[in-house]
């Protein structure tokens, strides 16, 4: 049955992530939502509670969050946008990623159009969106019977739905901007950035006054419209239906191209924005004598020079954005303690002048640096692993390299990426603080930025070490579960109670609280053992394999 059409091939492909995502997610709105009864168990607990949320409302809007669907509302409305990267992946891969492997080209040489082939691989992946929101959806609700919160089952299924919807958009995103791009890790990459970008344009109006106009640009800020899970909110179906429009109009338009180009060629863009070209001397046709063909780190370090840079901007920039965040958050604090009289002893302590208070308040938003770089790691891995499927690695063994050679090479092109990337971190952050005037300690600072480099390495290291025996899709599927788990394990965990040994197994447990507690040397050179235990395994498995199995 599932080889009859093209729609039911694809929604077959997509069986593992509708339950993957569906169950993970889901089970992440049932864990936080059991915990919200300990929460609130005191009056006293419930105050610190809005207070903690009012202290970072410009995350999400904190709308009764002493309430067990506006506290997983506030707390992971942010965080499980986490979701829209799988329809980027996939809408970037429908039919760009075909076109690249060939199979695109005989599917459309059966007697199907090339729109009708389209439209069922969408339809797949809006299928497969709704079976995701449909899983989180019952187990919200489920969650929410358990601790007698006020919603009910509408209000969780349109908490999916919702959820859905914003993904989607990104999936449509990602399927338009693969027809400009002739790969589609290009068009992933790409609408991977502009979601971190929808995310921060979303922030703005929270943090600067009479900036809505601006928000009201960002996907993100409709989805945010909507808070299904607080039934005094509600849902706002002009914000479902904006979401609804802006996925179709994408696709629409990406299928239209699709349905007109050549198959293999991106969209030939109009004579006046494309670029001149110029015929290549002899030399630059054949780059013989080219640097990043002198070496296979070199050549390595060259192929993951953009998307290097990509994510070098996101994450260095995402940090100078977060200093600028706390800067304005302790501005608000201020005013609020210098209009009462009983908080006007803590005036000192907020304003940007006192070192502990800034980095205590600054590390609650650190510890989204070392997710981020441990997912460019993610993203390098996995190439290590498509490589091998698509053949490249056969062509340099050809040469006299050896095989351990070729893999401790590709190795210290991606930790030197990896360094790159923290140390601009550093000089940024550094760059930020003074120009806000946020006092921090430069050791601290410095530890908090350059700590996270073994994480990054570790799930690196990982990565290859799967690859030995995993197809690509699975190595990258399950690195990224791995990565979803260590995040549930350090942040919920305590919530929960879990016991110190199953906290011990995150990498994020050893990554502490550098910007206030200093370096932890200790846990880092663990990390980094582990790390090279798990690239030496990774290098005898590589060494003794079958290339391709």
Do not use: C
């Amino acid at each position: 049955m599932w080889f009859t059409s093209v729609f039911l091939k694809t929604l077959r492909d997509y069986r593992i992530a509708i339950f993957g995502w569906g169950l993970g997610l889901g089970l992440l709105m049932f864990t936080v939502l059991s915990a919200v009864s300990s929460l609130v168990a005191t009056p006293e607990a419930r105050a610190s509670l809005v207070s903690l949320a009012g202290s970072f409302a410009w995350i999400a809007e904190p709308v009764k969050v002493d309430t067990a669907g506006g506290y997983a509302t506030w707390k992971y409305g942010f965080t499980i946008l986490v979701m829209a990267l799988w329809p980027i992946l996939a809408g970037s891969r429908m039919l760009r990623g075909e076109e690249e492997g060939g199979s695109l080209n005989v599917l459309l040489s059966l007697p199907r159009s090339r729109s009708r082939v389209a439209l069922q691989k969408l339809a797949a992946m809006w299928a497969a969106l709704l079976g995701m929101a449909l899983l989180i959806g019952l187990l919200t609700y489920g969650a929410g019977r358990g601790v007698s919160a006020n919603f009910g089952l509408d209000g969780a299924l349109l908490f999916g739905l919702n959820l859905a919807l914003i993904s989607g958009v990104f999936g449509s995103l990602a399927l338009f901007v693969s027809q400009f791009t002739q790969e589609r890790r290009t068009a992933s990459g790409i609408t991977g950035g502009l979601l971190a970008l929808f995310i921060v344009v979303d922030m703005i109006h929270r943090v600067i006054p009479g900036t809505d106009w601006l928000s009201r640009l960002s996907p993100v800020y409709y989805y945010n419209l909507s808070k299904p899970l607080i039934p005094s909110y509600g849902t706002d179906p002009v914000a479902l239906l904006v979401m609804a429009v802006l996925s179709v109009l994408l696709s629409g338009a990406a299928i239209w191209l699709f349905a007109r180009r050549d198959v293999g060629a991106p969209v030939a863009l109009p004579r006046w924005l494309s670029l001149p070209r110029r015929a290549p001397r002899p030399e630059a046709a054949l780059p013989v004598n080219a640097w990043s063909l002198r070496s296979i780190y070199t050549r390595s370090l060259a192929r993951m020079a953009v998307p290097t840079f990509w994510w070098t901007v996101v994450i260095a920039g995402f940090a100078a954005w977060m200093v600028f965040i706390v800067e304005q958050t302790e501005k608000q604090l201020r005013s609020l303690y210098e209009s009462s009289p009983i908080l006007k002893d803590l005036i000192n302590k907020v304003g940007g002048g006192d070192i502990t208070t800034n980095a205590s308040l600054l590390s609650f938003l650190f510890v989204f640096l070392p997710v981020l770089l441990m997912a460019f790691a993610v993203t390098q891995a996995s190439r290590w692993a498509a490589d091998e499927e698509d053949g490249l690695h056969e062509l340099v063994l050809a040469t006299p390299q050896p095989r351990l050679k070729v893999l401790l090479m590709r190795f210290g092109a991606l930790t030197t990426a990896t360094v790159i990337i923290g140390v601009v971190t550093l000089a940024l952050t550094a760059l930020a603080a003074a120009v806000s005037g946020l006092a921090l300690d430069g050791g601290n600072l410095v530890a908090a930025t350059l700590s996270m480099i073994p994480l990054g390495l570790l799930i690196a290291a990982v990565g290859y070490l799967l690859s030995g025996w995993l197809r690509t899709a699975v190595d990258t599927g399950l690195l990224s579960f791995l990565l979803v788990a260590w995040f549930v394990i350090t942040f919920i965990g305590p919530e929960l109670n879990f016991p110190g040994a199953v906290m011990r197994l995150s990498p994020f447990y050893y990554y502490g609280t550098p910007l206030v507690n200093g370096l932890p040397l200790g846990d880092m050179l663990l990390v980094l053992a582990v790390a090279v235990v798990a690239l030496a395994l990774a290098s005898l498995r590589f060494v003794r394999k079958d290339i391709g199995r």
